[in-house]
Structures are given as C-alpha cells and as structure tokens.
C-alpha cells in the first residue's frame, strides 16, 4: 500500500505549456505539502495545506497554484511552464501540529522536464 | 568517516565502518529536527528525530546527537552497510511553523566493500 501515491512519475513538456501532478495520500493525515527538489539535491517547501486550508505558501510564482480538494488530496498546477521549473516536485504529508510538529511522509516525486 | 553536509559533499565509508554525518542548523528557534535518508530516485525517508529537550537519541544502528549550543545535529550509523548508501538530509522545524521543515544540503553517502 502506496502511502503518499503521486502522479505522473515523469512529465516531459515544452515551456509555456500548463501541467498538473497530483497527490494522494491514505495515512489520514491532514496536512500536505508540495517541496521542489533542484538539480544540486537542495529540497526547499512550495507550499502547505492543512484541512484543505493553505497555511504556507512560500515564495513561489503565481504560475503555481496547488489545490486541495479534500484533505487526501493536493494537486499542483503550474501554469506556462519555464526552463528553471525542470526539477523534481515532491508531496509530503503530515498528521496535525498539535502536540508538536511531526515527521513528513514522502512521495516518490515526480520529475518535472521542461524543454 | 565524517563530513558536513553543506554542498552534498561524499563520504566513503568502507562496509562494516561507522559513519558521522554533521549538520549545521540555522534557527535557534528550531525545537524539532529529522534525519532523512533519500535513495536514488525516491522520495526522503525518516529515520530518526530528536526534539529540543533532548541532546540524544537512538534507534536501530542510527543515533542522533544535538548540541544546541553550537545549533549542531549529527547522524552517527553504527556498521555501515551497503544498503546504507544515499544522500542523507538533516531537517529543522519549529512547533509554531506549521511543520514547514527546512532541508539541509544533503551528503551523499558511498559505501564501499
């Protein structure tokens, strides 16, 4: 059983097109979160949603807007895709912060190319 | 073998040898820290975590060392094994963060037979 499931693995896309990934997770968590992943390793948070509520959006172009439907659920869509995008996108979630902050669950990510 | 993970640096470390990863953390305000384990084309993988009242803390082969003082964090493994191999990240948060983790560098990890 897949506990943060994340899709497409693998995206290969031309600049200025729009993509999507989306992610699930099934450990009843209620926060999520989308971390970027550049080509030196460096992972570095997007953005966070707890209970659907976004409570971290770091600097990141609008282009990027994610959504969650429910709190399983935190899709990211990024709109006119650019060269600098290429990097590897990962989910992540967590069981709330009361009682103190927790560990997060990864996906396995999702390679983004931008050609 | 030891090494500070600033710019991913390597360490070869042979089997059977113990490994020392050091981190250098930035916010004094941070109470809560996670080693990550991260193997080629996965996703980071817990290992251990330490909170701010602690200065120490095992787990299977792994322990973690904090010295809050110098705002420092080290992974020690005990018989490193080839299994072992991998880029290792060290993560801080704060309980009023909302569980944003900051990320280290990472340092690779090779180990050698």
């Known amino acids: 059983d897949t506990a943060v499931s994340q899709t497409p693995k693998y995206l290969v896309t031309q600049m200025g097109n729009d993509k999507s990934i989306k992610c699930e997770q099934n450990?009843?968590?209620?926060?999520m979160y989308w971390y970027k992943q550049d080509s030196k390793k460096f992972l570095k948070i997007m953005f966070s949603?707890?209970?659907?509520?976004?409570?971290i959006n770091e600097t990141v172009p609008n282009r990027f807007s994610p959504k969650s439907p429910d709190k399983a659920h935190l899709n990211l869509h990024i709109n006119s895709l650019e060269l600098g995008d290429s990097a590897v996108y990962f989910c992540?979630?967590?069981?709330?912060?009361?009682?103190?902050?927790?560990?997060?669950?990864f996906g396995e990510g999702s390679r983004l190319t931008v050609l | 073998g030891e090494s500070v993970g600033l710019h991913l640096p390597t360490l070869s470390v042979q089997e059977g040898d113990n490994s020392i990863i050091n981190c250098a953390y930035s916010n004094s305000a941070s109470d809560y820290f996670i080693w990550y384990k991260q193997e080629s084309g996965k996703g980071p993988q817990f290992i251990i975590d330490?909170?701010?009242?602690?200065d120490k803390r095992q787990g299977q082969r792994v322990t973690v060392l904090l010295n809050k003082t110098v705002k420092h964090l080290s992974l020690q493994i005990a018989a490193t094994q080839p299994g072992d191999s991998a880029v290792y990240f060290c993560a801080e948060t704060s309980t009023d963060s909302w569980g944003k983790l900051q990320f280290g560098a990472g340092t690779q990890v090779v180990v050698t037979p």
């Open positions: 992540a979630s967590s069981q709330g912060a009361s009682g103190g902050p927790r560990e997060l669950f």
């Open positions: 330490i909170r701010s009242n602690m």
């Open positions: 949603y707890n209970n659907k509520e976004l409570i």
């Open positions: 450990l009843g968590h209620d926060t």
